[in-house]
Each structure stands twice: as structure tokens, then as C-alpha cells.
């Protein structure tokens, strides 16, 4: 973690905010790619007038410096305090002036909040990956059953699956350019039985078949995908898929892009209308009726286990 280069990118862009680092940097147990990006965070007080080039309108700003990626955040105060998706149990602070005088340290109690929560919130998933294996099985009960729309929805339970596996038995947030890593150290950790459930999970995911023809054509079904939203807003994903290309790790490639589609959260309907497309970008392999029941019955047991 290069913290004297970040305290100078934010000295010389924003040196009026507070900031932290979170993410796989400011996590000691993993050690980051070269590709991965300094995931920041700037507070900004409305009452604070600041020099006219700030961006304090900016939701976010991208920086690049000596092959370093730089996402910061800017949000005024309020604007972290109420926002759920920003969650962590770890960072690394960059006191700036604005909030210094405060007697609250909002980035201390965010994740203080998030501590206390962190168990309740791995429970909630769990119920809801029951809940959705249940429906995937009542629509397995059926006599017209869609086969590759239900086995998109068994891939993406399967990965939640084992993004739970890391919250649970690591106690800790999963990175998404890290997933190989964590599953290897609960597979280094646990007992047999998780083991063998991990097994499970790796094999209806499909990490087996990655290779450099399977990710490439994922990637270049994921570029169809998303032609018409702004590129920019997705350089970060492609770089690190060169990445991963170039160090021949595949299986980091295809978790990599699993995990962007599991977090867009489709709707139903987006997914049967662009379901073939979805399946190329996923790698999936439609699968007989009796074969995905058994794997819906084994989901929902290693669910029911966690809870």
C-alpha cells in the first residue's frame, strides 16, 4: 500500500477533503494485483466554501498516475451516512481539514455500523439465496421448464453462495478481483464437508472450463452487452481482465466477470430477453431438468447449513 503517493494525490487534488482507502488495499490479507485500482473515498462539508476548480459536484473521478488506477468518491457527509451500498471493515484514513474539528469521525462510524451488522446482513443473504433456490425448484416442478433461463439463475445462486462462504468463514468482504484467493484460503481452512460444498460451487460456477477461449468470448459477449452505456465507466473491468489474460488467470477472468453480471441485479425480464447473451458472457452450459434439480436440492442444503 503506497500511502505516501496516495497522502500527495490527495494533497495536491483535493486537499481540503477527508478520505479513505478501502478495498483490497487496505485489506493486509491480500496482496493486490498491479491491476487493481486504489478504491477512495472524500467527504466534503456543504457549509465549507472551497476553491473554485474542487469538484465537490463530482460523484465520482478516475485518476491515473504511473500505471495506477485512482476511483475516488466524492460525497458530502450526509450523502455517506445514508448510502448502503458503501460498507467495510477495514480502511485506511487521510485526514484532510474540512472534518478534523468534528467531535464525530462519520468514516469511524460508518464502519463501526457495519461491524455490528456484519453477521445480520450474511444471515440476510442466506435467507434470500433460500428463497430464490426455492422458486428455482417450484419452477423445476413444472412440466414446460425453461432450462437456460434456470440455469443462469443456478450459476448466479451458486456464486452468492460462495461470496457467502468468504463473509462466513473469513469474516471478512469478499473482493471481487480476489474471489480465486479467498475461496483457496477457505478451502485451505475449513473442514471437509465445506470443502467439498466449495467443490460444489466452483463446478456449477464453471471455473473448470476457463481458459483463454472461454474468457475471451465472455468478455467479448460482455462488451456487446454493454456497448451503449459510457465506457469509461467500465475501463477498470477491462483492464483487469487484460490482466488476468496476460498472467494466464483464467479462472480469476471468469469470476471477475460473473461477479460484474451477478451485481448489475437484472430483473427477470431483462434476463429471458437478453438470456442467450447473458449465458455466452457467463459460460454456461444449459443442463438437463434431472441434473439441475439435484443441484438445487444440494444449493438449498448448503444454505440451510449456513444459517
Known amino acids: 500500500m503506497d500511502n505516501e503517493h496516495i497522502f500527495y494525490l490527495l494533497g495536491s487534488k483535493f486537499p481540503e477533503l477527508e478520505s479513505i482507502l478501502i478495498g483490497c488495499h487496505a485489506d493486509n490479507g491480500i496482496i493486490p494485483h498491479e491491476c487493481c485500482e486504489y478504491d477512495l473515498i472524500s467527504l466534503y462539508d456543504n457549509s465549507v466554501v472551497f476553491r473554485q476548480d474542487l469538484p465537490s ?8 498516475d504511473n500505471k495506477r488506477v485512482y476511483e475516488v468518491l466524492i460525497l458530502s457527509a450526509q450523502e455517506f451516512i445514508k448510502n448502503p451500498n458503501i460498507n467495510y471493515t477495514k480502511f485506511v484514513q487521510f485526514p ?12 469511524i462510524e460508518k ?3 457495519y461491524h455490528k451488522s456484519f453477521n445480520f446482513t450474511i444471515k440476510t443473504n442466506i435467507i434470500k439465496n433460500i428463497f430464490e433456490i426455492t422458486n428455482l425448484h417450484n ?19 451458486s456464486l452468492k453462495t460462495l461470496k457467502i462462504f468468504i463473509q ?4 471478512s468482504e469478499y473482493r471481487p478481483s480476489h474471489l480465486k484467493y479467498q475461496i483457496n484460503l477457505v478451502m485451505q481452512n475449513e473442514n471437509l464437508k465445506t470443502r467439498e460444498h466449495v467443490d460444489f460451487l466452483l463446478d456449477y460456477v464453471g471455473t473448470n472450463r476457463a481458459n483463454i477461449s472461454s474468457l475471451t468470448r465472455s468478455e467479448k ?14 475501463n477498470i473491468l477491462f483492464n483487469k481482465l487484460d490482466f488476468f489474460k496476460q498472467k494466464s488467470m483464467y479462472v480469476d477472468g471468469v469470476l471477475l466477470i460473473s461477479n460484474f453480471i451477478l451485481d448489475r441485479v437484472y430483473d427477470t425480464q431483462f434476463i429471458q430477453k437478453y438470456n442467450k447473451l447473458l449465458n455466452h458472457i457467463t ?3 444449459t443442463k438437463e431438468k434431472i441434473t439441475m434439480l439435484k443441484e438445487v436440492n444440494l444449493l438449498l442444503d448448503i444454505n440451510k447449513n449456513l444459517i
Open 283 to 285: 459460460d454456461i452450459q
Open 111 to 113: 464502519c463501526d455500523r
Open 221 to 234: 459477449s460482455l462488451r456487446f452487452l454493454i456497448r451503449c452505456e459510457d465506457i469509461s465507466k467500465n
Open 168 to 171: 462466513f468463514y473469513l469474516n
Open 139 to 157: 419452477l423445476l416442478s413444472r412440466e414446460i421448464v425453461d432450462e437456460k433461463f434456470i440455469s443462469f439463475q443456478l450459476k448466479m445462486i
Open 57 to 64: 459536484k463530482l460523484k465520482s473521478k478516475v485518476l491515473c
Open 96 to 107: 484532510g481539514q474540512v472534518l478534523k474539528s468534528n467531535i464525530v469521525n462519520h468514516f
